[in-house]
Structures are given as C-alpha cells and as structure tokens.
C-alpha cells in the first residue's frame, strides 16, 4: 500500500472496538471511529486519550495484549467522512441505514465502503441511500467478523476471543470509481495473518453461502411446537440440535443451492459455484473441530466450537426461562438475512417451501407480515432489504456495477 490511508470504523460495539483498535495500531493507517448511538462518542472520546487495550486470546490459551490508539471518536459525520478512504461498517444491519444517511452528503468519490459484516442486502441499501455517489464507490461485503469478540470495559477494553481461519468478501465497484488497487489488501493489512480474505465470485453468492439461514431454522425447529411452558435451564443451540431441525435447516441451504444454480443458467458466464449446502460449508470450515462427521445433525452436535453455546433465552423468574424471540437470531437474520435470500430465489423462479416455512413462523414471532403465502409482498417488507423492496428485477442484480440499481 503507498501512503497514508484514512479508516473510518462507523459504529461502538464488540466489533467496532476492535476494528478501530488494530487498525490503529498499523503504520500506514489513521484510524477514526464514527458512533451515532447514545452517548457512545462523548463516553468513548474521553477515554481516548489513555488508548484501547485489546487482549487477544490465542490457540494455545495464552494471552496478548496490544495497547492501541484511534486518532478521533466522534458523532458528528462532518468531522470523520471526509477524506476517509475507507468506511467499515461494524454494526448489526439494523443500524446500517443510519450510518448510510448520515456519512451520504459527505463521502468523497473512490470511498471504499464495507460491510463488515454486510448481512444480506447491503449493496441495495448502499444504492438506495447513497443514490448517485454510490456509482463512484466501490462496496465490499464481508461474510462475517474476522473473530470472536466482547466488550470488557467500554472505550477501554476489549477481548478477541478467537479468529477465523479465512473469510469470504465479495466486492462490487461503481461505474465512476477510480480505485485501483486491490481493495481486500487493506482489510487483510488491518486483520494480519488471520484470516485469509478470499473473494467471494460475487455478491449474490455472498448471500446464498452466508450462514444467517442457521438461526432462524434452528429457532423454528425448536420452538414452533414449544408448549409455552418455562425450563428450568438453556438448551444448547447448536449442539442441541435434533433430526426435525437438521431436516429443516438442510432443506433451506438445498433451496439456496437450487437458487444458485437457477441463476447460473439464467445469466451467461456467472459461476454461482461458492454456494454450496451447509454439511459441506461445516466440513471445510470446521473440518479439524467436529467428531462425528457421519450428517449435518451429528456434525454440529458434535463441533466443538460450538461448546456451551446455548438459545437466546429470558429468565423470567429465578431458574426459569423462556426463549427470546427478540435477539438478533431472529431480528437481524430474517428481514437482512433469509428474507432477501427468498427474494432472490422468487426472482429466479425457485419454490421454496423450507424457507416459506421458516419465514412463516418467524415472521409470527417479529410482529411483521413479509412473506404473504409463498410470496412477498407482505406490508412490512420495507423493513427488510429483499430486493423486491427497490423493485429490482433479476437482470438489475447482475450487470456488474451499481449503475443499474434503481435511483
Ligand atoms: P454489538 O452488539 O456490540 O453492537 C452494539 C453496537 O451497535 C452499539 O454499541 C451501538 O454502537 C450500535 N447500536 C446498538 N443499538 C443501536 C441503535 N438502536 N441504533 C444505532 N446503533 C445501535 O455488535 P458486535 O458484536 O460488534 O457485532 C457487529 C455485527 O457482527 C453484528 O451483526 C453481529 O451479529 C456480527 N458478529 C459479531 C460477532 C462477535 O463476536 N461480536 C461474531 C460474528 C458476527
């Protein structure tokens, strides 16, 4: 890379804290935060002067620390945008539009923007309330975090918990965009040895591979025959998972292959072929980790990244709980996760009665009608990002720059 490079991380979270951190701590980086929430700027700004200690447990359980340093946290987008050459997006997706509309009147051309990560729909909102100056960005979506994180002191503290051994970006650049460079050098510059960026063909298959459909097929499987009744402790999310909620699960990631290949043969010269079913994706990334690799059931009951790691659970008396049909499983993983994936599919022309199944459920739970019969058009698709809510046509997703989004 030549030069100095602005990064602009828009958010405060688990996420944000760390982005922003090892960024900074990168020679040829200026690292500046953007938080619009509560008071998370004035909080964060005051402890910036004493600098971000990110403890970074690594495999063999010992721990690092890096002692960091963002140069400006800020709620104010006049000071933080301009002249940022890239802006990472480190929020969950409901609080990406906010961010959109606050950077859009002053974000300069050959702005890298990237979700990171970018949930489904990204490059549609990004069109959408960009408008124009979109055409002159390039947008990069990453499958995920690079690691596992939580927050030990705000402004403070942070701990990376593990990181992922590769992760998929896809990258899709407007037609007045000038950047030259490989644009995923930056984000491995700033994660380091780990993980690898692969690129992703494109930013349709980013949403077909991504792993938003576990969450709300495994919250339907559980609890769409649950009696109502309180347990008396969490049951395991992942490792608790039976033989409905496999069957269930599978069905939708053999949807989002079936849609992929639909799309193949629609458009001339696309490779679709990074979308592949969910036992396949769990045998390549956790291949070392799972025991018993005999089907998707026993390998996700049997994977050990996922020790102890339980439902999203209320209690609601001392011992007794219930399940949490508010958390992000739900709220984020349908309206920016399986309800854009349908909309690709009903643009394709593929059935998908696994995922109306699950959307039908979910839905029930969020208080939103998306998915009316098997088709969208529900009355609370605008709090979605399927590409039906900008009218795209299936012809619109794949002309290779944003110009041919809708404005
Ligand atoms: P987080 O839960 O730490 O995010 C909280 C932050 O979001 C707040 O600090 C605030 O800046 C912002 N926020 C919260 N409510 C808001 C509101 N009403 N309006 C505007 N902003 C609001 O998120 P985290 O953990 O950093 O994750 C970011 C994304 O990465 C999420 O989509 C998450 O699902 C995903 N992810 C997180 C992992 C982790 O280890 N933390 C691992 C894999 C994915």
Known sequence: MDGKLVVLTCGGGNGAHCLAGLSAMRPKIESRVLTLYSDEAERWAVELDSGLLITVRNDDGSKSLIKTKPSMVTKDPQNAVPGANYIFFVVPAFAHAQYFEAIAPYIEDNTVIVGLPSHAGFEFECADLLGEKANACTIVAFESLPFVCRLIEFGKNVEILGFKDTLGASTLKGKRCNVTQSVLELPQYIFGDRPKVRRVQNYITTILMAKFIVHPSLMYGKWSQWDGRPLSEKPLFYQGIDKRQAELLSGVSDECVATAKAIEKMVPGLDMSDVIHVFDWY??????????????????????????????????????????FTYRYLSEDVPMGIVPMKGIAELAGVSTPYLDEVITWCQSKLNKEFLVGNKLTGKDLKDTRAPQKYDYKLEDLFSGNLNSFRY
């Open 283 to 324: 045998l390549n990334y956790y291949g070392d980790q799972i025991s018993d690799k005999s089907n998707l059931m026993t390998a996700m009951r049997t994977n050990k990244a996922y020790d102890g790691l339980d439902h999203p659970m209320k209690e609601i008396e001392p011992g007794k709980y219930v399940p949490d």
